[in-house]
């Protein structure tokens, strides 16, 4: 839940980080550095960030409680999984509007691997050429192998 | 006056659909706190959406059909949100009764009118009077939980409708949960995404000032900066501030400029990767963020009006069983006198 006590405090270094989804609001909270995957590329916000708004990919947003200089720390960040969504940059604030978000750690490799499996055996399933329907799995393929990606990154 | 056994029966129903109205209403008062937790924790997503879009549409010059229309007003999809059963007061009705207002009136001034209904009290409503203008009737929602994938399938079907050329305007009707006591049915402009008002109020050209705003400040917002022309840089209070505000300031940019306004206070943000990308992008999605709060509020406040309709029927079913037991104890007494007179004389008599 949102909650007001820890309002930006932008001399800090730090800015309003907010991810929400359209059933809850997944993350809430001052964060020094969010790494996030835009639609055209991988982008870093800092406290201060220029005004911005960007759609995303599905990817994986990191996020630091502290940044050291501008690059991320050592320390191990907050890791969600996004299914796409927009990202609006400006004001000591960032807020992530994505339509699903998924914390990495809670992610299990096995499972996405064989929903990943089944829907490739889908996809040679589709007779004639019902080109919706195989385009219908080609994303959700596409959406499956993100999400393994970010997991077995995650892993390493 | 009824026989013994009659009342007695009477009294065993009553206090049957006693215990199925309290029991209703404790259902309806658990659900009620989930519903509500829900639809809480989707207004940030929704608030923000709404901010999004209204900073899009201020420095977005060419505006995509979903946001400023068809470029006309005489088509009308009025999409119709209730629950799936009954038993809630007056909730159903409220809603429909809304709607029909506004399709009859519309209809009176010659446009054509269609239903989208979501829930099947909705549909059994409108039946017999607009049978032949539903064109779609979407069950069981809130079974077992809301979906936001639920919504945003509805949101692609009336955007597939809306391309395909099958109505101009688009308007959702809802309950909005204010308490357990309360709920009020009001109409959300979907379609064009720029003003939100009713139906009824769509056609004269100064929509988006003045008129009656049923929404939130932040929505009234939007109507107005796009009012205020092509571009500005420089609102004050992004997202915030009353709709006649944000108007004036709108208007006055739109003859300054965009270059010179930045100085006032923010540079327009950038965009990855253009705005007409990402509008076209936002514009389906709001729609389907719009019918997803639609429905979560219509979920809470079905559960409200239910409860508050339970506790009534239990306490009339209460006062009814008093009321009864009176009669039956009166008519058992006088029957016991009846005997008693009776025996009395047999005795006098031998």
């Not at chain 2, 006309?72 to 429909?96: E, P, Q, S």
């Not at chain 2, 003859?255 to 100085?263: D, I, N």
């Not at chain 2, 009339?316 to 058992?332: C, D, F, H, Q």
Request: glycine share 10%.
């Amino acid at each position: 839940m949102a909650s007001e006590e820890t309002a930006a405090a932008p001399e800090s270094g730090r800015f309003r980080f907010e991810l929400a989804t359209p059933e809850a609001l997944a993350a809430s909270g001052d964060y020094g550095l969010v790494i996030v995957p835009g639609s055209e590329g991988d982008f870093g916000v800092l406290a201060g960030h220029a005004a911005l708004i960007s759609s995303l990919r599905p990817g994986v947003v990191r996020a630091w409680r502290e940044a050291a200089g501008g690059l991320p720390p050592d320390e191990a960040p907050e890791v969600w999984f996004v299914t796409g969504g927009f990202a609006e940059a400006g004001e000591g604030r960032l807020t992530l509007l994505v339509q699903e978000a998924e914390p990495v750690g809670e992610m299990d490799a096995a499972e996405i691997g064989q929903l990943l499996r089944n829907a490739r055996e889908d996809l040679e399933d589709v007779k004639g050429d019902d080109e919706a329907a195989r385009d219908e799995i080609r994303a959700k393929i596409a959406l499956l192998e993100a999400r393994l990606a970010a997991c077995s990154e995650q892993k390493n | 006056m009824a026989g013994l056994k009659e009342l007695r029966a009477r009294i065993a129903s009553v206090r049957s659909t006693q215990k199925i109205t309290s029991a209703m209403k404790l259902v309806a008062g658990a659900k009620l706190r989930r519903a509500q937790e829900q639809a809480q924790a989707a207004r940030p997503y929704a608030e923000r959406m709404e901010n999004l879009l209204a900073e899009l549409a201020a420095s977005t010059p060419s505006q995509p059909p979903l946001m400023s229309g068809s470029g006309k007003h005489d088509r009308h999809l009025l999409v119709v949100g209730t629950a799936d059963r009954g038993l809630c007061g007056g909730f159903n009705a409220n809603i429909v009764r809304e709607a029909r207002r506004d399709a009859n009136q519309l209809i009176e001034e010659g446009r054509e009118v269609a239903f989208y209904c979501l829930g099947r009290k909705g549909r059994d409503q409108l039946r017999m009077q607009h049978g032949d203008r539903i064109i779609a009737v979407v069950e069981n929602l809130t079974r077992p939980q809301p979906s936001f994938s639920r919504a945003r399938e509805i949101a692609a079907d009336i955007t597939r409708r809306f391309e395909a050329g099958e109505f101009d305007v688009c308007t959702m009707y809802f309950s909005k949960f204010l308490s357990a006591l309360s709920q009020e049915p009001q109409a959300l402009r979907l379609i064009p995404a720029a003003d939100g008002q009713s139906p009824n109020d769509g056609d004269n050209e100064t929509t988006a000032d003045g008129g009656r705003h049923r929404q939130s400040p932040s929505n009234a917002n939007i109507a107005g900066d796009n009012n205020g022309a092509t571009a500005d840089g420089g609102r004050q209070s992004p997202g915030h501030g009353d709709s006649q505000n944000s108007e004036k300031i709108g208007q006055g940019q739109g003859v300054a400029g965009t270059k010179g306004a930045s100085a006032v206070s923010r540079g327009a943000p950038e965009f990855e990767p253009g705005q007409d990308e990402i509008l076209a992008e936002l514009l389906p999605h709001n729609l389907a963020v719009q019918i997803w709060r639609g429905i979560l509020e219509n979920n809470a406040s079905e559960q409200g009006a239910r409860m508050t309709a339970m506790d009534n029927a239990t306490r009339n079913a209460g006062e009814m069983i008093t009321r009864l037991t009176l009669v039956y104890n009166r008519s058992r007494q006088a029957a016991v006198t009846t005997e008693l007179i009776e025996i009395v004389s047999a005795k006098e008599a031998m």
